[in-house]
């Protein structure tokens, strides 16, 4: 039907194989399928049991071991008898100088493993921007605008349409005020004023929630990767909200997507500098002026993607706040592939043979970002992983070694170590290889699907919107684990292990209040525009 | 269409962005296009408010948008676009893709514009595009805010008649006043439902003079209608006095009525004998709700024939008595024609309706200056007009500026406003002037 009003792309050819290599890429993985039922549905069954006591035999290994020992302790102690025991008492000798040296070394000892201690660090809340309605971009509406801005290049134009078709966007997402002109009026005004809009209103909100004053803040880190004026937005936000004069201020830019996890690891080793201190980190993106203006296919997907959006993190390590906070940060584990040329240029800013400046993708994304999700993950493994699957992947790697190369590697089982993943909802095809690759369920990973459609790719924010999806849905309790993943241009692969503390009740406010109703969304392959 | 940079250009620096309505409408909503609506596809509707400086002290652009969003959550077929199903009836796919918003700045002031008195000017302020030829990705509706040199400000609308009349329009434009002014919008919109159905015998049964069926360029889509003659506006504002004047002499109370038999009157002496308008159209509409959804449901087509005496010399009575009681209602006959098929097949299915005959709009109850901003500054001026009228032009008759107004005098007064081929404008200026002292 659509094809009939497009008269003049249909008379032309596009690289059919180019644009369906891209959108594959970026967009959909085909093979990725639902896990089938097995046949042998009893034997399974088996399994699964056998693995159940393999895993609580592993897993509480010492207490196993620790089991016998106390029973030998206590049969030999009802073997000696009440009297003997008292005469064992009495021929201890203790001298006055030994009992002090023994308590003294036991109190040194203590204290120096108190005190070696990392401080925790406490998430007391956060804050995500939700965008207003007038900020609000339908599929139609974006793709007429793309035809009426890029009226000579109808393949391109074919292409954005083929890309929006399949990329996970609802119909709810956000661009700028600038970037609704025809054609996009990106200034640096406008891009401070989306800034403004975008970082002053979250953290408005989460100084409202939290009861925080600005003053009382010592910590101040913002990170946006594609906007860096001077001066920078960190001191904006100072000189918006009147902080102090000693305050200790970071800006990141130019880190990507996961910058977000960047900031969280820098405010978590500063804090373990400065005691009783108080980190608020602003995670953002600022659309205004990277909306690409080009013709560049490689480089137009990130126009189709990248979304408003922004979150604003409290963060402290004050004993007071324990009480009150949600969640306390168990890791954090970097990953930099940049050594690697490959990696280091598939994301690349760089300008077009015209002139104009984007962000190109290149065609080895999804290996690379799968290469950095195995460093992280061999990193993170053995710090979260339960002992009994990280026995199994050692045996594997061992066998695969010493053995036979060909054994399949044991990709160890996530699920177990987490209850929630958040995955950076940087396009449907990230998210459906990386749910593949650890093996997630739909509802593992709907929060990142519903923060996509929802809200599109809002780079370093998405992690802090599927948390608050996760919240939204009241499926968050005490003592469950949150693993947050980011990739971003470098290439890296940020992640954080977040414990939740406190009971968590359905927020009222938040961005998911006025439609978390209406999730989960059954999303199709291709959307018909 | 609006003049890019030169050196008469007052209208300058020009920038379109689009507003969407502020909930989402839902897949696959459509909204059937009836005959009344497919037989008005080619008209446009526009319209143009002035305001002063006042009304708008301290609106950014982002004030006057942000009522358009949630006034469009209510119109959901605004927008929309023209899609054609497989049979190749257009309808309209009610997608989101929202209406076409231009800000324009003008080095005149507010009074330099309106002393000029030129209504061809009033383009310049009313952003449009036909919808040919990409029907399927252009809006159905434009606003255009331009601010002048002195403060004040012009909002001007242009509506696809496939979407609605006149009257629909000007309640669209209420409706984003009221919202701006802080008034609660209602939930939702009626929809408009005629009782009487009337059904006809398959063959139709008499032809319906008022429509027109015309050959269209296939490459401008079947949206675009091109004129052999060369159309002009004007605007003539009849006083209170004026019209009273005029009632007195056609011995009727009712002022379309009289109006009309005078410009026919005028119109038919100037034109000559030999393409003297023996027939004439009459549109009118029976809104009484503002409240509804946009539609042509309430458009009444009738037309008049000047059998007896020709027009040129009848007495302006005569004419009036005419007008008001030998009306033949053809809505339901031009209704019809849309759904002929057979030997019909291959012919064209595009017509025009205003300009097919000599048209005489009665837009006498449009309450256009209903439309306020802040509050309560009221139009220094507003206007509605047509456009793709076809040439045997339109004229239409609206309500005068209400007392309260600048200009506004006792009630009553009447601003007609012609679209007729030039060199008959020209002469029925003479006339008009010269018979009954109308500028």
Same mark, same amino acid.
């Given at each position: ?28 993985? &085909? ?29 509480? !290994? ?19 008898? &009440? ?55 339908? !599929? ?36 700028? &005020? ?352 | ?52 400086? @006042?009304? =708008? ?94 403060? @004040? ?50 063959? #139709? ?40 004047? #005029? ?20 119109? =038919?002496?100037?034109? @000559? ?158 006339? #008009? ?7």
């Amino acid at each position: 039907m659509l094809q009939s009003l497009i008269t003049h792309s249909t008379t032309q050819k596009i690289s059919l194989l180019e644009s369906n290599f891209w959108i594959t890429l970026l967009t959909s993985s &085909p093979s990725f399928k639902m896990p089938q039922r097995s046949p042998e549905f009893s034997g399974s069954v088996k399994l699964k049991y056998v693995k159940l006591g393999y895993q609580y035999l592993v897993n509480h !290994f010492l207490t196993f071991l620790l089991v016998p020992v106390i029973a030998g302790i206590l049969l030999e102690l009802i073997r000696l008898g &009440p009297d003997e025991i008292a005469t064992l008492w009495k021929s201890l000798q203790f001298d006055f100088i030994q009992i002090l040296c023994s308590s003294y070394l036991i109190i040194f000892i203590s204290t120096l493993y108190f005190v070696s201690r990392p401080r925790p660090v406490y998430l007391v809340d956060y804050a995500c921007y939700k965008p207003p309605v007038t900020c609000r971009v339908p !599929f139609s509406c974006f793709m007429e605008h793309s035809r009426l801005i890029l009226s000579t290049e109808p393949k391109s134009v074919e292409f954005q349409m083929r890309i929006l078709e399949r990329s996970g966007l609802g119909e709810e997402t956000c661009l700028p &005020p600038a970037i609704h002109y025809i054609p996009p009026a990106p200034s640096m005004e406008a891009a401070r004023k989306e800034a403004e809009m975008v970082i002053f209103s979250a953290v408005d909100t989460l100084f409202k929630k939290t009861g925080l004053e600005a003053k009382d803040v010592d910590i101040l880190i913002v990170n946006c990767s594609l906007f860096s004026p001077t001066p920078s937005l960190t001191a904006m936000v100072i000189n918006k909200y009147k902080m102090r004069g000693d305050i200790k201020s970071f800006n990141l830019s130019g880190m990507g997507c996961s910058a977000g996890m960047i900031s969280i690891n820098l405010a978590r080793d500063l804090l373990q500098s400065y005691p009783n201190s108080i980190a608020v980190v602003v995670s953002t993106e600022i659309i205004t002026p990277n909306y690409y203006q080009g013709k560049e296919r490689s480089m137009l997907l990130p126009n189709c993607l990248f979304r408003m959006g922004g979150a604003a993190i409290f963060l402290s390590n004050r004993r007071s706040d324990s009480i009150r906070a949600k969640y306390r940060l168990l890791h954090v584990v970097r990953t930099h592939k940049g050594a690697d040329d490959k990696a280091y240029r598939c994301v690349f800013e760089e300008e077009d043979p015209e002139g104009k400046s984007g962000i190109s993708l290149s065609k080895d994304l999804m290996a690379i970002a799968g290469e950095a999700l195995k460093s992280n993950i061999t990193t993170i493994g053995p710090l979260v992983l339960p002992a009994s699957e990280q026995l199994l992947f050692l045996i594997s790697l061992m066998g695969r070694k010493f053995f036979n190369p060909k054994w399949k590697p044991y990709i160890p089982d996530f699920k177990q170590a987490f209850d929630h993943f958040c995955i950076h909802a940087g396009g449907r095809a990230v998210i459906d290889e990386l749910q593949k690759n650890l093996q997630l369920s739909a509802e593992h990973v709907e929060a990142s699907r519903m923060t996509l459609h929802r809200f599109g790719n809002t780079s370093s924010s998405s992690l802090w919107y599927e948390l608050s999806y996760i919240e939204a849905k009241g499926r968050m309790r005490k003592g469950n684990r949150v693993w947050q993943i980011a990739f971003g241009s470098g290439f890296k692969c940020n992640s954080a292990v977040w414990k939740c503390i406190k009971s968590i009740e359905i927020p009222t406010d938040g961005p998911w209040s006025d439609c978390i109703d209406r999730y989960p969304v059954d999303i199709p392959e291709v959307v018909k525009l | 269409m609006v003049s890019t940079a030169g050196e008469n250009a007052a209208v300058y620096d020009v920038r379109l962005s689009s507003v969407v309505p502020a909930s989402i409408t839902g897949e696959d909503k459509v909204h059937e296009l009836c005959n009344m609506d497919l037989m008005l596809k080619l008209h446009y509707v526009k319209g143009i408010y002035f305001f002063r400086s @006042g009304a =708008a002290r301290g609106l950014t652009i982002n004030d006057l948008k942000k009522p358009m969003f949630e006034c469009l959550a209510l119109y959901s077929t605004l927008s929309g676009r023209v899609r054609k199903s497989e049979d190749g009836r257009p309808f309209i796919k009610c997608n989101d893709s929202g209406v076409r918003i231009a800000e324009a700045k003008c080095s005149k002031t507010l009074d330099e514009w309106l002393a000029f008195n030129d209504d061809s000017l009033n383009d310049q302020l009313i952003y449009s595009q036909f919808l040919a030829p990409d029907a399927g990705f252009t809006p159905l509706v434009f606003v255009q805010f331009t601010w002048f040199k002195c403060g @004040g400000i012009s909002i001007g609308l242009s509506w696809a008649h496939v979407v609605g009349d006149a009257f629909s329009a000007s309640h669209f434009i209420n409706m984003w006043g009221q919202i701006l002014t802080g008034q609660v919008p209602p939930h939702h919109l009626d929809t408009y439902n005629p009782k009487n159905q009337k059904k006809f015998p398959s063959p #139709l049964a008499k032809v319906p003079l008022s429509i027109q069926r015309v050959l269209l360029d296939p490459d401008g889509g079947h949206w675009l209608l091109s004129n052999h003659r060369k159309m002009r506006t004007h605007s003539f504002h009849v006083t209170p006095k004026q019209l009273n004047r #005029l009632t007195e002499e056609a011995k009727l109370l009712k002022p379309f009525e009289v109006i009309s038999a005078m410009i026919w009157k005028s119109l =038919a002496k100037t034109s @000559g004998k030999a393409e003297e308008p023996k027939i004439v159209t009459l549109i009118s509409g029976t809104w009484d709700k503002e409240n509804e959804l946009p539609s042509n449901s309430r458009v009444i087509i009738s037309t008049i024939e000047a059998a007896e005496a020709p027009p040129a010399q009848a007495d302006l009575a005569e004419l009036a008595r005419l007008i008001a009681q030998t009306q033949e209602d053809e809505t339901h006959l031009v209704e019809r024609v849309m759904d002929q098929k057979g030997s019909d097949d291959g012919e064209s299915r595009d017509f025009i309706l205003y300009g097919a005959r000599l048209t005489f709009v009665n837009l006498e109850k449009m309450n256009i200056y209903a439309l306020k901003m802040g509050g309560h500054h009221q139009p220094v001026f507003a206007s509605y007009s047509v456009s793709g009228v076809g040439d045997e032009g339109a004229v239409l008759v609206l309500p005068g500026p209400p007392p309260g107004t600048e200009s506004g005098e006792d009630e009553g007064g009447r601003v007609i406003n012609l679209i007729l081929p030039e060199n008959q404008l020209e002469e029925l200026k003479y006339q #008009l002037g010269n018979e009954w002292g109308i500028h």
